[in-house]
C-alpha cells in the first residue's frame, strides 16, 4: 500500500513540475550584469523582448523562446525558476528576475 501511494505522489508531482513551464514564466522584467530587458506578449505564442537597443521578435515554442534578430541571426531564450538563460552566436547569458 505504502508504495502505491508513493507512486501516486510521485506522479502528482510530476505533473505539478510539467505544468510549471508555462508560457507566463517568460514575461517581465530580466536584468544581468551589463543589459535589462523586458519580455511582453506579442499574440498567440509571439513575444517582443524589449531593451534600451530596441526590440526582437519571437515566439515560444518547445519550451523556450526562438526567433531572430534584424541580421537574419537566431537566438533562444530558456528559463528555469527565476533565471533566464539567452543564447545568441553560442554564447549563453544569464539574467534574474526582476521582482
Given amino acids: 500500500m505504502k508504495k ?3 507512486l501516486a505522489l510521485l506522479l ?17 522584467k530580466w ?3 551589463s543589459l535589462s530587458f523586458s519580455v511582453e506578449p506579442n499574440g498567440e505564442n509571439k513575444v ?7 526590440t526582437l521578435l519571437g515566439e515560444i ?3 523556450k523562446i526562438v526567433g531572430k534578430n534584424e541580421l537574419g541571426m537566431s537566438f533562444e531564450m530558456t528559463v528555469k525558476g527565476d ?11 544569464g539574467y534574474k528576475r526582476v521582482k
Avoid: H, M, Q, R
Avoid at 517582443?48 to 530596441?54: C, D, L, R, S, T
Avoid at 533565471?83 to 547569458?93: L, N, R, V
Fill in 4 to 6: 502505491i501511494i508513493s
Fill in 12 to 28: 502528482i508531482l510530476a505533473g505539478l513540475f510539467a505544468c510549471s513551464k508555462d508560457s507566463n514564466n517568460f514575461f517581465g
Fill in 31 to 33: 536584468s544581468g550584469e
Fill in 48 to 54: 517582443k523582448i524589449v531593451n534600451e537597443n530596441g
Fill in 61 to 63: 515554442k518547445d519550451g
Fill in 83 to 93: 533565471s533566464a538563460y539567452y543564447t545568441f552566436a553560442e554564447i549563453t547569458t
